[in-house]
C-alpha cells in the first residue's frame, strides 16, 4: 500500500507551436477526495485533463501515477483505464437504442470460455450497480430499460455507475450538468457525492461555481495556463470564491486593453 497520490504532475507545460496552453503546472490529487477545476475557456483544463488521460503528451514536466513516472512512449488511454483512470466527456458515448445493461458494458463484455456473454450476470451487477452504487431507483427504470428513456441526469448516472464499477481510482467529469435541469442536476451532484462514498476520487470540470463548492473538497483554479488556486474548499467561502474569480477576469481584461 502506498501513500503517493493518485496523480502528481510536476512542473507540467504543453505548447502547440507558438502558443502555450499549460505553463509548469504542479499539482496532486490524492485518494478518496472530489476535486473542482475551475477555469475560463481557454485557460487550459482541457489540455491538463488529456496529459493526465493519455490523450495528449506534455512539451515539459514530469507526470507520476501512485508514484511511478509516466513514460509517455508507452501511455495512452487505454493505458490510463489500465492504471484506473476513467473519463466522462459531456458527450456521453452511450447507445440510447441499447438497454441499460449492456451499456454498463460495452466494450468490455463478460464472456464465458467459448466467448459468449454472460448476460445473466452483467444484469445482475448492473442492477448491482444501480442500486447499491449510484443509488439509482427510479420508478418504471431497471437494467432492461433503453438508455434513450433515461433522463440526461440518469444517463450520466450511468456513465459514472459504469466508471466506478471498472475499479476506477479516478473518474474525471467534463461538465457533466451541461444543458440539464435543476432537477436532474441534483441527480449528478449525488451521483458525484456518491464517489467519494465509494472511496474513489474524481476531479469535476465545472464552470457552475456554486456546484463546484458545494460538493467539492479541494479547488483548483487555472488561468491562462497557470494555476493560480488549489485550496481547500472548506478555507475559501462561496463569496469568496466568486470574487477571486472576479479579479482574475478583471486583471485578464486589463492585461487585453493594455
Not at 492504471?83 to 459531456?90: A, G, K, M, P, S
Not at 454472460?118 to 420508478?139: A, H, L, P, W, Y
Not at 465509494?198 to 456546484?211: F, L, M, W
Request: glycine letters at 10%; aromatic letters at 6%.
Amino acid at each position: 500500500m502506498t501513500d503517493a497520490p493518485i496523480v502528481k504532475l510536476e512542473s507540467v507545460g504543453k505548447s502547440y507551436g507558438p502558443v502555450v496552453s499549460l505553463r509548469e503546472v504542479s499539482l496532486e490529487v490524492g485518494s478518496n477526495e472530489i476535486v473542482g477545476l475551475i477555469g475560463d475557456n481557454g485557460a487550459g483544463k482541457s489540455t491538463l485533463i488529456k496529459i493526465m488521460t493519455g490523450v495528449e503528451t506534455p512539451t515539459i514536466g514530469e507526470v507520476y501515477i501512485r508514484g511511478e513516472r509516466i513514460d509517455f512512449g508507452n501511455y495512452s488511454v487505454k493505458r490510463a483505464h489500465e492504471l484506473r483512470i476513467e473519463t466522462v466527456y459531456q458527450s456521453l458515448s452511450l447507445g440510447t437504442k441499447q438497454p441499460l445493461w449492456r451499456n454498463f458494458f460495452v466494450g468490455r463484455p463478460m464472456t464465458n470460455a467459448l466467448g459468449f456473454i454472460k448476460v445473466r450476470e452483467q444484469k445482475r451487477i448492473s442492477r448491482d450497480i444501480m442500486r447499491n452504487t449510484i443509488g439509482f431507483r427510479s420508478e418504471g427504470i431497471d437494467v432492461d430499460t433503453p438508455v434513450g428513456r433515461l433522463s440526461g441526469g440518469e444517463r450520466q448516472g450511468v456513465s459514472i455507475g459504469r466508471a466506478m464499477h471498472f475499479d476506477s481510482d479516478l473518474i474525471v467529469l467534463d461538465e457533466p450538468t451541461v444543458a440539464l435541469a435543476l432537477s436532474e442536476v441534483e441527480k449528478v451532484l449525488n451521483f458525484i457525492r456518491s464517489i467519494k462514498e465509494n472511496g474513489k476520487s474524481c476531479i469535476y470540470i465545472e464552470h457552475n461555481i456554486h456546484h463546484v463548492h458545494s460538493v467539492c473538497d479541494r479547488l483548483i483554479v487555472l488561468d491562462r495556463g497557470q494555476l493560480v488556486l488549489d485550496c481547500p474548499s472548506s478555507s475559501m467561502k462561496y463569496d469568496e470564491l466568486i470574487e477571486f474569480l472576479r479579479d482574475l477576469h478583471f486583471a485578464k481584461a486589463d492585461d487585453l486593453l493594455g
